[in-house]
């Protein structure tokens, strides 16, 4: 019995493509792709990810055994694909750290800094907390299956074989950048608000009372009030923060 395996080549040249776009999204996705996740996990699921659109986009994938450059192009294309997918989820995460890092600096714990998970590096106590209750709420809300879809959609996007537009990329990354900056001072504006008017009280308050020591009242107080102030609003800030995470992966996933 003969048993022809000559599409073998073929395949696993094509896995290897779809692998390269999906483990290099996985590799930047926030909560994936951070330090202290297991290699062997990211890989797993890149690899599982790659299995499973394998047989949905395999005829778009224009292989030729014969000359490996137009591959080692493809290659490098698909790179380019799965890292614009992944980065756009990062950078939408970050603009809880851009509200945390403004609210510590209102409230006055902008000096304490603690180790980022997600960065491994030092960051605003508040910042590191509110990125992690992003990340925790992002897979709590199942919007990880809007990142899967994104990608599938991605084929339709951004074709194999097709260098991704250059204006485009450029759009869609300013856009988003741009958007966690605005939502992320959103987001810090009611402590904006509090610190301008508790501030101010201060001011009466020393031209009122000379002799008394503002700073050393001032500083547990506005710390407490505001921590208190941020219990009351913080289910209403991550509300308004995942509809816009939504909004965001919606426009990179336009069919789910």
């Keep these: 019995m003969h048993i022809d395996v000559s599409f073998l080549p073929a395949l696993g040249a094509t896995f290897l493509l779809v692998f390269a776009r999906t483990g ?15 290699p062997r996990l990211r890989l797993t699921i890149g690899l599982v990810l790659a299995a499973v659109l394998l047989p949905l986009h395999r005829s778009a994938y224009r292989i030729d055994t014969g000359a490996i450059g137009p591959d080692i192009v493809m290659l490098i294309e698909e790179i380019l694909v799965g890292a614009v997918l992944g980065l756009t989820a990062r950078l939408t995460i ?8 403004v609210i510590a600096q209102q409230l006055g714990l902008g000096f304490v800094t603690s180790v980022d998970p997600t960065q491994g590096e030092q960051g605003a106590i508040l910042g590191n907390f509110l990125t992690m209750l992003g990340i925790t709420l992002f897979f709590a809300t199942n919007m990880h299956y ?25 759009a869609l990354m300013t856009q988003t950048v ?13 402590f904006l608000a509090f610190s301008l008017l508790f501030n101010i009280g ?55």
Excluded: C, K, W
């Design 146 to 170: 809007l990142v899967i879809a994104a990608l599938n959609d991605s084929y339709t996007l951004f074709r194999p074989g097709e260098l991704p537009a250059a204006g485009d990329v450029a």
């Design 178 to 190: 741009s958007g966690a900056f605005r939502i992320g001072i959103q987001l810090a504006a009611p």
């Design 94 to 101: 970050s603009a809880l750290d851009v509200a945390g890092s």
């Design 24 to 38: 290099t999204m996985v590799m930047l996705l926030p909560g994936l792709g951070e330090q202290n996740i297991s």
């Design 202 to 256: 201060l001011g009466v308050l020393s031209r009122l009372m000379p002799q008394m020591q503002v700073f050393f009242v001032a500083l547990p107080l506005s710390i407490l009030i505001g921590l208190l102030f941020l219990l009351l609003v913080l289910g209403t800030m991550m509300g308004l923060f995942l509809d816009y995470a939504g909004g965001v992966l919606h426009q990179l996933a336009p069919h789910a």
